[in-house]
């Protein structure tokens, strides 16, 4: 079995929001599908570890907003590297709008945004999947989705082009992370996406 087929399946990229109180939040997820057309219901698996999830649990209520290839590495950076948890991803963040729903979706780096609402969750263990009406959308620009592929082949890039020569560090394959030094601790653990050294390829910076 090779489990590099994985990779062969294409995914989006989008913002996740939900609002608990007066606190807007937000994460990254790649999976979001349009499920059924009629009626209109969409759905997507949220890692239990972000705020989001939590938020999203009890309200009942999310934006999607669709990543498109316009969007600059640091977009991922403030919504997929950090938790909501610990900072306040919207006090120092300019690029959103809130929508009829009273949430807000991200404005630059998005081609549209959909709202709607939690009608099933399934406890798929490390997940949940949530399945959800649709209650409002707009398209937003007329720039390509980004996909899974993209943000790995270009968009990730950005974080520290590689280059031949320069001071050794070592890239996070998965999200970008850099740690810099010849070697890197066997044990070590990307701080931003958890995944482990053998995800990480040697470069130059
Ligand atoms: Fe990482």
Redesign the pocket.
């Known amino acids: 079995m090779d489990n590099k087929a994985m990779f062969k399946l294409s995914y989006g990229l989008f913002v996740l929001t939900a609002k608990l109180g007066d606190k807007h939040n937000g994460c990254i997820t790649n999976t979001a599908i349009q499920v059924t057309v009629e009626p209109n219901r969409i759905a997507f698996a949220v890692n239990k570890a972000n705020y989001t999830h939590d938020m999203l649990c009890e309200t009942k209520k999310f934006n999607i907003s669709i990543i498109s290839e316009e969007a600059k590495f640091d977009l991922f950076k403030h919504f997929g590297f950090q938790s909501g948890r610990d900072v306040d991803k919207f006090s120092d963040f300019a690029d959103y709008a809130v929508s009829a729903n009273g949430l807000a979706y991200v404005t630059k780096g998005t081609n549209a945004y959909i709202s709607g609402e939690v009608i099933s969750m399934t406890d798929l263990g490390t997940h949940t999947l949530f399945i959800c009406d649709v209650t409002d959308m707009e398209v937003l620009s007329d720039a390509s989705s980004a996909t899974y592929e993209y943000y790995q082949n270009n968009i990730k890039e950005q974080a520290a082009p590689a280059k031949q020569e320069g001071k050794p560090a070592w890239r996070?394959k998965?999200?970008?992370?850099i740690y810099e030094g010849e070697e890197l601790p066997e044990d070590f653990i990307?701080p931003?996406?958890k995944?482990p050294a053998s995800?990480f390829e040697k470069i130059y910076i």
């Open positions: 996070c998965i999200c970008g992370y990307c931003w996406c995944h995800d």
